[in-house]
């Protein structure tokens, strides 16, 4: 029995070494060959190894800027804050102070205070089951640092903040739909461009991410010489070519029409006549970018993607066809009062026309029916010729996103007569734009353009510069001439109904416009009290033009009959009669120039000798700040401005808020120039409220909120408007 015993255990023995044997032999061959291959379950160990211990972060580039042509920023980046509340009582864990919310109800009457929220919704997401941390949806983002220390300065636990960046817009709604609008990207969490130059220039403006990241040991040091880093590419600055002195006398106008009129959609663009550069746009229904209240209420760019029947304004390039294929004679008689074309009778616009009458007169009176006999004589299809020259029925290539290519309705009878006096034919504004720059301009045709340049500002790089581009020669230098002086009489002749785009010192130029409103629901056109889109071509000089500005309104529902009578009068002069003073255009009645004044130096002068020197030429001067000295002035020397300018004059020492009650937004936008303050406005019109009290002591960079209304509060002091005739 023992010898067998003995046995057993020897075999029990092998087989236990023989075991062990073979699993160091697997695990050494195992252990080989990922020594070797450095690989395993196909995956590359050293790089999970690397991975383990490799810290990495993205580096977030900055947007690039918007600017007017003078520097003035439109839009930038601006750091916002994100609210998140801990509600995990193990973040308090070792901590003499607790980290997480403990008074859900004063935190939460608190959190709804500064967040403008209701305060039971706070509570609520306060009391999430289960949760570590909670938002507080999208009125707890895009948080200002204002809002930030408040809440911090409550020293409520459990409150801590995100860093973010968003896009600032300074002047709220202000040439919305020209500069567009920037967003976070759900996916990439980055700004991207949503609409307008934001969108156009996206590539250009939102630059290049980089990365850091750098290796630390298994105690959280940073091992040497492992760092990594790929800098940000910041984006590019998009210089535009508006001026926000210019834009702001479009904004206003546009307010007042809107307030007067209530009109479905209205518009306004200035151009300079000479290059094409656009110098200020703006439409209604419009939105502010910042705080996007009205976004969405019309996606559409009036000046380059809204297509619409022009009226009377397109009979300008019917008559430059008919004069340049010696169709024209200004003294020889027509027939007005209707034509039957198809089974349809086309009236002028008063029904019985005015009998047999010049054509010179036809075109003063906006005759439909001369600019139907002109067409006969050109030639139908050399009239749709012209048009196209003109560059009707295609893009302008002016670098808007979508830009819309109009259509020349010539398919039939009916259609090629109406569109010889702006109807069935559809076109942009910026088509518009462009085909008077060839009659203002010897028959060369500008491209209308908005963007100035496109900067590298790390490189110093001008990538792209906007420039005077001709693009046709529709017509000739005599025919221009001659255009031109029909458009003349169209304002200025005895057989004017066009005088109320007169402007005092001025002589003025253009055509009016008239159009039924396509009806795009039910067909047809709209009817109503004022089913009309009226509008204005005008530039001045007449003689020498120096400034285009085209303004146009659809469906007025408040004092129809003045709109139809007065047409766009209310905007176009205010804003023509403004930027020719601005620009230092010499006024053509030399009776006026009295009320020019020339902006005298008072820099470095005594503070009282200085306010003497500005009222002795008729200007306001505003003191700022309570020095001895003027260390500056806005406007500067040799400026030419009308009487009773404000003239802006800074002492030294420290500066002070003067009284700002009844200025305008171009006056708050002198105050932020001459002192560095961030103006921000809210409403239109005349300033009636400011943040911070007169004589109070401010400094650059401060925010300084003013409240506007509109009218003026002591009357209607808008210049060049016509009279009230309408109640």
Avoid: C
């Amino acid at each position: 029995m023992p010898k067998i015993k003995i046995k057993k255990n020897k075999i029990g023995a092998v087989l236990l070494v023989s075991f062990f044997g073979l699993l160091f032999f697997i695990l050494a061959v195992r252990y080989s060959y990922l020594m070797i291959s450095g690989h395993s379950g196909g995956e590359d160990l050293a790089y999970r190894a690397s991975e383990k211990y490799l810290r990495q972060s993205v580096a977030e580039p900055e947007r690039g800027k918007i600017y007017d042509r003078n520097g003035k920023v439109l839009a930038k980046d601006t750091d916002s804050y994100k609210l998140v509340a801990i509600l995990d009582k193990k973040m308090s864990e070792g901590s003499k102070k607790p980290r997480h919310v403990v008074d859900k109800k004063k935190t939460a009457k608190a959190v709804s205070k500064v967040l403008k929220m209701d305060e039971d919704e706070v509570l609520k997401r306060l009391k999430t089951k289960n949760a570590f941390q909670v938002e507080f949806g999208q009125k707890g983002k895009d948080l200002t640092f204002k809002q930030k220390t408040t809440l911090e300065k409550l020293k409520l636990p459990g409150l801590t903040f995100e860093n973010e960046k968003k896009r600032f817009y300074p002047n709220g709604n202000f040439a919305s739909h020209l500069i567009g609008l920037a967003d976070k990207d759900q996916k990439t969490n980055q700004l991207k461009g949503v609409s307008g130059t934001e969108k156009t220039f996206d590539s250009y403006l939102r630059g290049k991410t980089g990365k850091n990241s750098y290796k630390q040991d298994i105690w959280g040091m940073l091992i040497p010489n492992s760092e990594d880093n790929i800098d940000a590419k910041n984006g590019d600055d998009v210089h535009l070519t508006i001026d926000s002195n210019i834009q702001v006398f479009v904004e206003n106008s546009l307010d007042e029409m809107v307030d007067r009129y209530k009109p479905e959609d209205v518009f306004a663009v200035v151009m300079d006549a000479k290059t094409g550069e656009i110098l200020g746009y703006s439409q209604r229904p419009t939105f502010n970018p910042d705080t996007k209240e009205g976004f969405g209420k019309k996606w559409a760019n009036d000046l380059y993607q809204n297509t619409y029947e022009p009226g009377s304004t397109f009979k300008t390039y019917g008559l430059a066809a008919a004069i340049e294929e010696g169709k024209f004679d200004p003294n020889k008689k027509f027939k007005s009062g209707h034509r039957d074309i198809d089974g349809f009778k086309i009236y002028d616009w008063n029904d019985d026309g005015w009998g047999n009458i010049p054509m010179t007169t036809g075109f003063t009176y906006s005759a439909n029916t001369l600019m139907m006999r002109l067409q006969d004589l050109v030639g139908e299809d050399k009239a749709k010729a012209y048009y196209e020259k003109f560059g009707f029925g295609k893009k302008t290539g002016g670098l808007y996103d979508s830009e819309a290519p109009g259509h020349i309705a010539f398919d039939n009878e009916l259609q090629r007569k109406t569109s010889s006096f702006g109807q069935s034919t559809t076109v942009t504004p910026v088509q518009m734009l462009q085909a008077e720059t060839a009659i203002l301009n010897q028959g060369n045709m500008l491209e209308p353009y908005y963007v100035k340049s496109i900067e590298n500002k790390q490189s110093n790089e001008t990538i792209k510069e906007g420039k005077k581009k001709v693009v046709g020669n529709p017509i000739s230098k005599d025919t221009a001439k001659k255009t031109m002086h029909e458009l003349d009489n169209v304002v200025n002749s005895k057989e004017s109904h066009a005088t109320n785009y007169k402007i005092d010192g001025y002589r003025v130029a253009g055509k009016t416009g008239t159009a039924q409103v396509p009806d795009t629901k039910n067909g047809g056109y709209v009817n109503g009290a004022n089913p009309y889109f009226v509008s204005f071509m005008g530039y001045a000089p007449a003689k020498d033009p120096q400034v285009v500005v085209y303004a146009g309104m659809s469906l007025a529902k408040k004092r129809d009959l003045e709109a139809y009578e007065y047409g766009v009068s209310r905007a176009f002069n205010p804003i023509m009669e403004n930027t020719l003073k601005y620009l230092n255009v010499e006024a053509t009645d030399k009776k006026v120039k009295s009320n020019v004044a020339e902006v005298p130096d008072v820099v470095n002068s005594n503070t009282q000798k200085a306010t003497d020197t500005i009222k002795g030429k008729k200007l306001e001067p505003v003191v700022i700040g309570q020095g001895d000295k003027i260390t500056k002035q806005l406007p500067l020397k040799g400026k030419n401005v009308e009487d009773k300018e404000k003239i802006l004059l800074v002492t030294d020492g420290e500066l002070t808020m003067p009284a700002t009650e009844n200025w305008t937004k171009r006056d708050l936008l002198k105050l932020e120039e001459a002192t560095g303050i961030k103006v921000e406005t809210e409403g239109t019109g005349y300033v009636t409220e400011q943040s911070v009290e007169e004589n109070a002591t401010i400094k650059s960079g401060d925010k300084v909120k003013f409240k506007l209304s509109s009218p003026h509060p002591n009357g209607d002091s808008s210049i060049g408007q016509v009279s009230d005739t309408s109640s």
